[in-house]
């Protein structure tokens, strides 16, 4: 096996994602543009989407870094508006893009065009995600879209299944269909359900960070395959799961939480890295097989199905808003009145990516029967390519000057310094009066220098957060948090030269030098965490 191209895969899109956090332009689309130009570079391996590599291997761990990042209690105040776009949106795309296609294309069977309507249903979760990050949305926007891309898959990989059974004559029902869909939505949150109970069990019993960490990249795929094992939603079940043990992270030993955080940092920036510029290497695979349908046709329907995708969102979000308002006075009661601009900014959102492409090109050569070949399968594999380009192109490069445009109010950061330096004093108190309760237990005697010196830490958390709002420093320009930080580190790298040179002197072995950099490194850790 060359493993040559897989290594130029990830160190190229790496290198390219860390270039783009230099740049105004979002990696994801950076990416995608600079595959694009990579994929006819002579010499350049060619990539093909594996939709058995895909699904089951990379959108878990993107799914699990994703929901373990949400808010549980966020999206179920949300709860509403994502599902009307993760399951009700995902039908209506699915079903009017189909119809647009069949009406499209002459010759295009009702059926192979719901296929490709299920297809490019879901906006993508990667996409989503990282363009909210980059454009700073209002909290409650920013909920639903991640909301929406984190159960949307499950809907259209569901719908593509029933729709592609109908299109190669398995002989499909709507009864079937709809028995089919309930059994994988059903049975997604019922596995999911049953399966993060017994996880942060283990999690929380595993002593040692080393078997947690393990455990922790296991389990999105573990979720994922017991689900479609028994023909549930793996989606579904790694989203229940990682929702849960985000919700419930601060019972798991700190050790593990640092460790964790790093770990999935880096494998969440690799694969999202790789699998933006994976859409743009698929190009020259994608024009190969495109036959008949070159030249101006080709193009006209590139160009008329993603007017009538980008459309169909709108059409679908703006009623989805408003309609439950009218109709329910519990809606009103409990949720905010929205303005037209929230809408809007979740219309053009709809980013399709690298999940689409995947289902796209797990559709089948060939009819039930082995012998037909799939209508137009070349002509749904290159509309898939370009709606997923069109959409990454022009609402990801719009989507940031749309939301400076329409003035979004930001975030106070005043209030909220305000709210965490309150929630921390409150945790102050409480800390301190059980410092008190220990100490007079002559079991927890301690010399007086190391009571006043837990009190010290405890009174510098508290004060911390106080400090931010103070004035900066008038030679520096630093905040007081800032001066502390930096001095912190000025200190902490004058023992580690130390421990240095006295392992280069032979004093201390390296396996010494190794401990006491590790407790250097956790301090000098907590103390940017204290000031950050």
């Known amino acids: 096996m060359d493993v040559m191209p897989l290594l130029l895969l990830v160190a190229g899109s790496a290198a390219i994602a860390a270039a783009a956090r230099r740049t105004p332009v979002p990696a994801p689309l950076l990416l995608v543009a600079v595959a694009l130009a990579v994929s006819y570079v002579p010499g350049v391996p060619e990539y093909t989407l594996d939709p058995h590599v895909v699904l089951p291997l990379i959108l878990p761990p993107l799914l699990h870094t994703a929901a373990t990042d ?31 296609l069949y009406v499209i294309v002459p010759g295009m069977p009702l059926t192979a065009a719901l296929v490709f309507g299920a297809v490019v249903a879901p906006p993508d979760a990667v996409a989503a995600t990282a363009v909210a990050r980059r454009v700073g949305l209002p909290s409650r926007i920013t909920t639903i879209l991640q909301g929406e891309s984190l159960l949307n898959d499950a809907t259209a990989i569901t719908a593509y299944r029933v729709a592609l059974a109908a299109a190669v004559g398995e002989g499909a029902t709507w009864v079937g269909g709809i028995g089919e869909f309930l059994l994988a939505a059903v ?17 929380t019993h595993l002593k040692e960070a080393l078997l947690q960490n393990t455990l922790s990249l296991l389990i999105p795929f573990v979720a994922y395959a017991v689900a479609e094992q028994l023909h549930a939603s ?8 990682a929702l849960y043990l985000g919700h419930r992270a601060w019972e798991v030993d700190f050790a593990t939480r640092l460790q964790e955080e790093a770990v999935w940092k880096m494998v969440a920036f690799v694969l999202e890295s790789a699998v933006f510029a994976l859409i743009g290497l698929q190009l020259p695979v994608v024009l190969r097989g495109l036959g008949e349908y070159e030249g101006v046709d080709a193009a006209w329907y590139a160009i008329a199905v993603f007017l009538v995708v980008v459309a169909a969102r709108f059409v679908w979000v703006y009623p989805a808003t ?105 945790a102050s108190r409480a800390a301190e009066r059980r410092l008190d309760e220990l100490l007079t237990d002559e079991r927890n005697a301690l010399p007086a220098p190391l009571a006043d010196r837990l009190r010290i830490v405890l009174e510098r958390r508290r004060n911390a957060v106080w400090e931010r709002l103070g004035q900066a420093n008038p030679v520096t320009g630093e905040s007081v948090d800032d001066t502390y930080r930096r001095l912190s580190r000025e200190m902490i790298s004058a023992e580690r030269e130390v421990f240095v040179r006295l392992r280069d002197g032979r004093y201390i072995d390296d396996e010494m030098l190794r401990t006491l950099l590790r407790r250097l490194d956790l301090e000098e850790a907590a103390a940017f965490r204290e000031a950050a």
Do not use: C
Request: hydrophobic share 55%.
């Open 187 to 203: 049975g997604g949150v019922v596995v999911g359900l049953l399966l993060m109970a017994p996880i942060h069990w283990l999690r």
């Open 70 to 100: 949400s808010s549980y209690l966020d999206l179920r105040a949300q709860l509403r508006p994502v599902a009307m776009l993760s399951v009700g949106y995902v039908l209506f795309a699915t079903f009017v893009v189909g119809w647009a």
């Open 234 to 241: 793996g989606v579904l079940a790694v989203v229940v799961v």
């Open 322 to 426: 408003f309609l439950p308002r009218l109709l329910s006075a519990r809606v009103r009661e409990r949720e905010e009145n929205p303005t037209w601009k929230g809408p809007f900014v979740i219309a053009w959102a709809g980013m399709r990516g690298v999940v689409s492409l995947a289902i796209a090109f797990s559709i089948p050569l060939t009819m039930h029967d082995g012998e037909e070949l799939f209508p137009q399968r070349n002509l749904i594999l290159f509309l898939t390519f370009t709606t997923v380009i069109g959409t990454l192109v022009v609402q990801g490069l719009t989507l940031p000057p749309l939301i400076r445009v329409l003035k979004f109010p930001g975030r106070d950061a005043q209030t909220q310094t305000l709210a965490e330096a309150n929630a921390q004093a409150q």
